[in-house]
C-alpha cells in the first residue's frame, strides 16, 4: 500500500455486497489509510451484507435515501461528528431502473419509473453535492466520483433509461465540477468503467454476453472491481488535484476500439458454420 489517503475522510454511498464495486472501493480507501463512513438505504442495509462490511472497517453505516435531502443532511453532519472533521472525499455508486427490472422496453417505458430512474441514479447526485456544498461538509481540493457506463454516450440495447440517467449524471458532474471548483476547489468527475458482475449489472438481460464481447474487444481486457478501486484511490488522492468536470473512461481501451482481431475472428468462425 502507498498511504495514498493517510488522514483523509470519505463517504462511500452504494455498497451493497461482496460484488459491489463500492464495496471494493470502500476496502481500497482504508487500505491507503483514510477513515470513513457507509450509506446506503435502510433495505439494503436490513437484506444486504453492508454491515459487516461496516464492521470489517470499523466505519459508521448511516441509513439514508440518497434522493432525500434531509436523509444526506444526516450522512455528512454524522459523518463530519464521527469522523472529526471536514470530508475528502465521496463515492457515489448509485443505480437503480424499475423499468428494467419489470422488463419494460425503452419504447413503452413507464414515465413514473423512469423519473425514479433519473431521480434515484443521477438526480441523486446533484442533491448530494448540493448538499455537502450548502453544508460547507467538503476540505478544499477534495474529490467528489460517481460511476457511470459508456451507455451515457452510445445506444445499447437493454440499457434502457438508465442509459438516460448515466448522460444526466455526467452533465451534473461537469456542471458541479465547475461551481464546486471556482468556489471551493472541490474536483468532481466520473468513471466510466467496463462491464461489472455486480448484482445490478448482472439483472440485466444479456449482461454475460456483452461482458465477453467487451473483454474480447478491449485490448486490456475489462477492467474489474478491483481496477476500479484502485483508480478511484488516485482520483480521491492529492496526485490528481488538476483533475475535474471530466468523465473518464475506465475500460481496458473499449471506448476507442472498433473492431478486434478476437472479436473478428468470432464473427469469421460463427459465418463458416
Given amino acids: ?27 481500497r480507501v482504508v487500505e491507503e489509510g483514510a477513515q470513513i463512513t457507509l ?9 444486504g451484507q453492508v454491515k459487516e462490511l461496516s464492521q470489517k472497517l470499523n466505519a459508521e453505516l448511516i441509513a439514508a435515501d440518497a434522493t432525500n435531502v434531509e436523509d ?3 450522512v455528512f453532519k454524522k459523518s463530519m461528528e464521527v469522523l472529526g472533521g471536514k470530508i475528502d472525499f465521496v463515492l457515489h455508486s448509485i443505480g437503480m431502473s424499475l423499468n428494467i427490472r419489470k422488463n419494460r422496453p425503452y419504447t413503452d417505458v413507464k414515465y413514473d419509473f423512469y423519473m425514479k430512474t433519473l431521480d434515484i441514479s443521477a438526480v441523486s447526485f446533484h442533491k448530494m453535492i ?7 461538509a467538503m476540505n478544499e481540493w477534495g474529490s467528489i466520483v460517481a460511476i457511470t457506463y459508456i451507455a451515457a454516450q452510445r445506444t445499447f440495447d437493454k440499457y434502457n433509461d438508465m442509459a438516460d440517467a448515466k448522460a444526466l449524471l455526467e452533465s451534473i458532474a461537469r456542471s458541479w465540477g465547475y461551481y464546486y471548483g471556482k468556489a471551493k476547489k472541490v474536483r468532481v468527475n466520473t ?34 472491481s478491483d481496477d476500479l478501486a484502485n483508480y478511484v484511490v488516485t482520483l480521491f488522492s492529492d496526485l490528481t488535484r488538476k483533475v475535474t468536470m471530466q468523465n473518464l473512461y475506465h475500460d481496458g481501451g473499449f471506448s476507442s476500439m472498433g473492431m478486434s482481431e478476437a472479436l473478428m475472428q468470432e464473427f469469421l468462425k460463427a459465418a463458416e458454420k
Wanted: net charge negative.
Fill in 130 to 136: 448540493q448538499t455537502a456544498y450548502r453544508l460547507d
Fill in 1 to 27: 500500500m502507498y498511504n495514498l489517503l493517510k488522514g483523509k475522510r470519505g463517504i462511500i454511498f452504494g455498497a451493497l455486497d461482496e460484488k459491489s464495486m463500492a464495496w471494493r472501493i470502500a476496502e
Fill in 39 to 47: 450509506s446506503n438505504t435502510a433495505m439494503a442495509i436490513r437484506f
Fill in 72 to 74: 444526506l443532511e444526516n
Fill in 191 to 224: 468513471v466510466s468503467q467496463s462491464p461489472t458482475p455486480t448484482t445490478a449489472g448482472q439483472g440485466i438481460e444479456g449482461f454475460d454476453v456483452f461482458y465477453n464481447y467487451a473483454d474480447k474487444l478491449s485490448p486490456l481486457g475489462n477492467a474489474d
